[in-house]
């Protein structure tokens, strides 16, 4: 069992910068494939970015494409996600998905594994 525990969540004015972190208790994810996820209030949750296991490929939903991050830290204990140019619509709750050794997957059932998730604010 994979226990994955998001951080970095907050509040943030429109225009604003935060970063998530993914890390799973006891052991690095260097051989999951990890995604983010979101879910605002009253919406079904949605496909944000995903880093490959390998570390060679990334995707994003183009809802976030060019704002977002995703990335691994150098020891691959945790994987990041940088966001930038944060919109009043990015306030939802994040989460941090992961499945071991799989491609890329933008559908909840490409993962095994998930956090608890993490508020993010973003005000107008």
Known sequence: Q??????????????????????ASGRTLSSYTVGWFRQAPGKEREFVAAISWSGGNTFYADSVKGRFTISRDNAKITVLLQMNSLKPEDTAVYYCAAIAR???????????????????????
Do not use: H
Request: hydrophobic share 30%.
């Open 102 to 124: 799989r491609p890329i997957g933008r559908m909840d059932y490409n993962y095994d594994y998930w956090g608890q998730g993490t508020q993010v604010t973003v005000s107008s």
């Open 2 to 23: 994979v226990q994955l525990v998001e951080s970095g969540g907050g509040l943030v004015q429109a225009g604003g910068s935060l970063r998530l972190s993914c890390a």
